[in-house]
């Protein structure tokens, strides 16, 4: 079985990294992720990676990829399955495709998955006009009209993103106010196609072979061809608890300044860490300091054993 | 020599990720992109009944999302 110093799961924008850095360290270092580019490559437009003025989330995760693959990092696309603590500095990472790996230490860049809705007709309908992926889905929606439900900054650059397709995009709210970024807030003010649906909660999505609108709590519904769910995220952090790291109530790994969770050899970084302010950059930070805190944690041990 | 066909859209990951697969196979593929090709974003929802993308057809065979184990197992791929 494989043996490396500094395992890590994931490989979006914490993880990438995370792998440059320990390679540099000379750590022994292997990247499996389901996902090569992680969650950013879902995101059509990134204008706040310092030194990037404006790229495509994919270009973004691209140029990351290169620079890890000049550091002679392996990226496996895999999933990683189980993760079990053998000892002090030793864990067995299994994969879905069978493999095992050992593992000194092993970094938690895990992200996130997409919250759902919960409503009725939102499984249904899925890919039949309803996507958390407004990049992915997006240009199939040309010319109708589609609602995004959420008030973040994510759920503002969605509706953005769908108004260059759409000829009529809806950005439904429970809340009162959205929360964009006030930049993009402003941009979606300007946008004509774009109207806000506030103080509204989706009690159903309703259609035939397709979707055909949304009904509200508060009575009234709206005549839709697609619904684009973006209300938030998980933390992907179930294979980290098993080991007995520690979570906060949101199901987000706990990390201090150094990355280090409260299981020693165990580092998160990224989305599925329980920073407040979440972006590519801070997971990236966090990534690359789980990377020297690794390096430091096994050069301790070793020097203990002398 | 099977016949594969994708329907893709240029922003999909896994689509990205499928035409990978097909390259380092040695495995030839027509590609469309049904971000532009109304005609053909059609004829994927009605071969599917869904909208989501890849689509990838194998002789055939219609396969939804990059679902590596069965693509193999319809190019007969160990």
Redesign the interface.
Known sequence: MEEYDFLIIGAGSAGLPAAIYAARFKLKTLVIGEVPGGTITTTHVVENWPGVITATGWDLMETLMKHVKANEVEVLTDKVTAVEKKGEFRFLVKTAEGKEFAAKTVLFATGTARKKLGAPGEKEFENKGVSYCAVCDGALFKNKAVAVIGGSDSAAKEALFLSEHASKVYLIHRGDKIRPEPINGDRVKANKKIELVLNRNVAQIFGEKFVKGVKFKEGGELALDGVFIEIGATANSGLATKLGVKVDEKGEIIIDVESRTNVSGVYAAGDVANRHFKQAITGAAEGVVASFSAYEDINAAAAKKK | MASVVIYS?????YC??AKQFFTEQGVKYIEHN???D?GK?EEMIKKT?????PVIDIDGKVI?GFDKSAIKAALGLP
Not at chain 2, 49 to 53: A, L, N
């Open positions: 859209t240029p922003s999909c990951v990205r990720l049904v971000a532009e109304y974003a009944g869904q909208q989501g993308v939804v």
